[in-house]
């Protein structure tokens, strides 16, 4: 099973600010495999990012992913308050599918 | 609008069983592939199954043997069969759709389920 460690596990920062949060995986990711996710108090988490890079619909050009091998990178450009969220890495190339514990993105 | 209803959690005693509905529209559950995936305070995102093609599935080891996913086509509604439930399968469960490339989608808003006594 693949491992995924999400740093930091809280990040305070102010609106306007630039974010930048960690995945690193226990084992080579096969090919583009890794999504991030995003979710709110009381909801289910959304999909952000596919692909490593690739946006979802309807996701503002502010959030890049990058990365490749073990370490990616979700960035934020510039916070809006509807940011603050939990954020969640997934492999999805090996089974189990596994997910990270999340970095907590929280107003400074 | 692609929309995912689950419905069927509540608070159950340890060793009972319990059936989990995710209803859905906007697209057609039959020829999509669907997922199920746990969230507990503690160990946070977990997936637990998944169904293709064919009706071909999948397990996480922690409910191999006791929870089985299906689907009813004629009712666009995914199941999950959660059989000896234990205290650690205390979670809020969620649907999802999953894209032929793995990710997943849409989610469905939860359902709480709290094994108990």
């Known amino acids: 099973e693949i491992v995924l460690t999400q740093s930091p596990g809280t990040l305070s920062l102010s609106p306007g600010e630039r974010a930048t949060l960690s995945c690193r995986a226990s084992q080579s990711l096969s090919s583009t495999f890794l999504a991030w996710y995003q979710q709110k108090p009381g909801q289910a988490p959304g999909l952000l990012i596919y692909g490593v890079s690739s946006r979802a619909t309807g996701i503002p050009d502010r959030f890049s992913g990058s990365g490749s091998g073990t370490d990616f990178t979700l960035t934020i450009s510039r916070l809006e308050p509807e940011d603050f969220a939990v954020y969640y890495c997934?492999?999805?190339?090996?089974?189990?599918?596994?997910f990270g514990q999340g970095t907590k993105l929280e107003i400074k | 609008e692609v929309q995912l209803v689950e419905t069927g959690g509540g608070l159950i005693q340890p060793g009972g069983s319990l059936r989990l509905s995710c209803a859905a529209s906007g697209f057609t559950v039959s020829t999509n592939y669907m997922t199920w995936v746990r969230q507990t305070p503690g160990k946070g995102l977990e997936w637990v199954s998944v169904?293709?093609?064919?009706?071909?599935?999948y397990y996480a080891d922690s409910v191999k043997g006791r929870f089985t996913i299906s689907r009813d086509n004629s009712k666009n509604t995914l199941y999950l069969q959660m059989n000896s439930l234990r205290a650690e399968d205390t979670a809020v469960y969620y649907c999802?759709?999953?894209?032929?490339?793995?990710?997943?989608?849409?989610w469905g808003q939860g359902t709480l389920v709290t094994v108990s006594s």
């Open positions: 999802a759709r999953v894209t032929a490339q793995g990710y997943f989608d849409y």
């Open positions: 169904i293709y093609s064919g009706d071909l599935t």
């Open positions: 997934q492999q999805y190339g090996s089974s189990p599918r596994t």
